[in-house]
């Protein structure tokens, strides 16, 4: 099994900035893509940004020169840098990662427990 940790949210005023960090632990066999979600009250949650292995990207539009995601392979650990931040950035960002464990060796996607992001105005 692959269990994820998030650190990194809080309190910001607009214009400000954050980073998250997601570290995936346990019996890792390979990791795939890592990504970010998010979920503000009373919205479906959304992809804000992922990294696949060879470092290819992909951003919501919303985010798109505001946001960069990195990965650190050898940590396992997958970052997302928030700049500029809006009030309507404001949600609980989730973790992603699609991995696989020795033993099954079957891709399976994990997800963080959440951690709160509030931009105020």
């Known amino acids: 099994q692959v269990q994820l940790v998030e650190s990194g949210g809080g309190l910001v005023q607009a214009g400000g900035s954050l980073r998250l960090s997601c570290a995936a632990s346990?019996?890792?066999?390979?990791?795939?893509?890592m990504g970010w979600y998010r979920q503000a009250p009373g919205k479906e949650r959304e992809l804000v940004a992922a990294?696949?292995?060879?470092?290819?990207?992909n951003y919501a539009d919303s985010v798109k020169g505001r946001f960069t995601i990195s990965r650190d392979n050898a940590k396992n650990t997958v970052y997302l840098q928030l700049n500029s931040l809006k009030p309507e950035d404001t949600a609980v960002y989730y973790c992603?990662?699609?991995?696989?464990?020795?033993?099954?060796?079957?891709?399976?996607?994990?997800w963080g427990q959440g951690t709160q992001v509030t931009v105020s105005s």
């Open positions: 992603n990662v699609v991995a696989s464990s020795y033993g099954d060796y079957v891709s399976n996607t994990y």
């Open positions: 990294i696949l292995h060879r470092d290819i990207t």
């Open positions: 346990g019996s890792i066999f390979s990791i795939g893509s």
